[in-house]
């Protein structure tokens, strides 16, 4: 399986998900292969920038976080995986504005500057127990010793809701 590290708040807004009020697109500075598409882990990087601990506290991030349990920005569990998506596809930022130029949530919530792509996210699943283990950069296949530790209701589901 592979897994994509992000920083957070970022990581905890993919698992929340578009329809709890968090992401369903993912900015990057390059595309996901196509052999890449379907589920996929969220690993929550170690590191926490200041400015993503400020972004925590600012309106429209503190409000999903609340609701979907967490207090502060040091409640967010950090250097593991934290639940799967199920990648659906990736677009130029360029087409994914012009399709839904009004969504402002979604767009508050990634990087959508020309020349970037969006990875549509959909049916995240967060894990009951954050998976502790070491992330790299770009996409990476989880280790079998790590691999083995994700239920496989969070590895294998192949819906797409």
């Not at 967490?70 to 399709?99: D, Q």
Request: hydrophobic residues 40%; charged residues 25%; contains cysteine.
């Amino acid at each position: 399986m592979l897994a994509l590290t992000l920083f957070d708040p970022w990581a905890q807004l993919c698992i929340i998900g578009a329809e709890a009020g968090g992401k369903g697109i993912e900015t990057r500075g390059w595309a996901a292969p196509v052999w890449a598409r379907g589920r996929i882990a969220i690993h929550s990087s170690k590191a926490f920038k200041r400015e993503d601990v400020d972004t925590f506290f600012s309106p429209g991030f503190r409000e999903v976080f609340e609701a979907a349990g967490f207090a502060t920005a040091s409640s967010l569990p950090r250097g593991c995986i934290i639940g799967t998506v199920f990648l659906a596809g990736c677009y130029p930022v360029e087409l994914l504005t012009a399709k839904w130029p009004e969504d402002a949530r979604e767009r508050r919530f990634g990087n959508y500057t020309p020349g970037r792509w969006g990875w549509v996210l959909k049916d995240p699943i967060r894990l009951r127990e954050p998976v502790p283990c070491r992330g790299l950069q770009k996409l990476w296949t989880i280790p079998s010793d790590v691999l083995s530790r994700i239920p496989e209701s969070a590895r294998y589901s192949t819906e797409a809701r």
